[in-house]
T-cell receptor, first 112, second 113 residues
Framework: SQELEQSPQSLIVQEGKNLTINCTSSKTLYGLYWYKQKYGEGLIFLMMLQKGGEEKSHEKITAKLDEKKQQSSLHITASQPSHAGIYLCGADIPGGYNKLIFGAGTRLAVHP | SQTIHQWPATLVQPVGSPLSLECTVEGTSNPNLYWYRQAAGRGLQLLFYSVGIGQISSEVPQNLSASRPQDRQFILSSKKLLLSDSGFYLC????????????FGPGTRLTVT
């Protein structure tokens, strides 16, 4: 079965610093999703990547999918306290119906 | 625009008691619907998904069941709760086609005592 591993598990950065979160799959990714979760709340959809080498940006967050489609990274530039939360990557499970598996998440704290 | 509601927001129930969590979606028709559980410090585990009224698929054997009595209503139930059922339950919906992002509700935090 497919598994997603996220690293690091947790991250503490100073406001204004850049950071990168990684998501590695045990199998080829056909759809990779990044979500953000505030503690005790639902997930907020950030970006979806499908093609090898694809890169998408939203405000100060950039996500990339490598050419082999087995690894994705999420990069935050000039982090702010509002970026704090849990970042989860999800991947399509082959077979349809939009079923997703998720990584365990990366907990990000941004200190002013 | 589409919105998804879950209730209750929090729930404390004794072991052996029944459970009913409700999820409703507004602003879309024929969505795929999903129930996930998030244990403390862990990722999301898909419990059930549904592609239509009365059509439920279970992903993991467990003490829970799901039903979809209406197109935009998804219910998670249990006849007798176990301590291990504690967690954060999230409902989600997606457009019914391949590889479309899922949108999540605010979640229900269940504590079984």
């Amino acid at each position: 079965s497919q598994e997603l591993e996220q690293s690091p598990q947790s991250l503490i950065v100073q406001e204004g610093k850049n950071l990168t979160i990684n998501c590695t799959s045990s199998k080829t990714l056909y759809g990779l999703y990044w979500y953000k979760q505030k503690y005790g709340e639902g997930l907020i959809f950030l970006m979806m990547l499908q093609k090898g080498g694809e890169e998408k940006s939203h405000e100060k967050i950039t996500a990339k999918l490598d050419e082999k489609k087995q690894q994705s990274s999420l990069h935050i530039t000039a982090s702010q306290p509002s970026h704090a939360g849990i970042y989860l990557c999800g991947a399509d499970i082959p077979g349809g119906y939009n079923k997703l598996i998720f990584g365990a998440g990366t907990r990000l704290a941004v200190h002013p | 625009s589409q919105t998804i509601h879950q209730w209750p927001a929090t729930l404390v129930q004794p072991v052996g008691s029944p459970l009913s969590l409700e999820c409703t979606v507004e602003g879309t028709s024929n969505p795929n619907l999903y129930w996930y559980r998030q244990a403390a410090g862990r990722g999301l585990q898909l419990l059930f998904y549904s592609v239509g009224i009365g059509q439920i698929s279970s992903e993991v054997p467990q003490n829970l069941s799901a039903s979809r009595p209406q197109d935009r209503q998804f219910i998670l139930s249990s006849k007798k709760l176990l301590l291990s059922d504690s967690g954060f339950y999230l409902c989600a919906w997606s457009v019914r086609r391949l590889r479309f992002e899922q949108y999540f509700g605010p979640g229900t935090r269940l504590t079984v005592t």
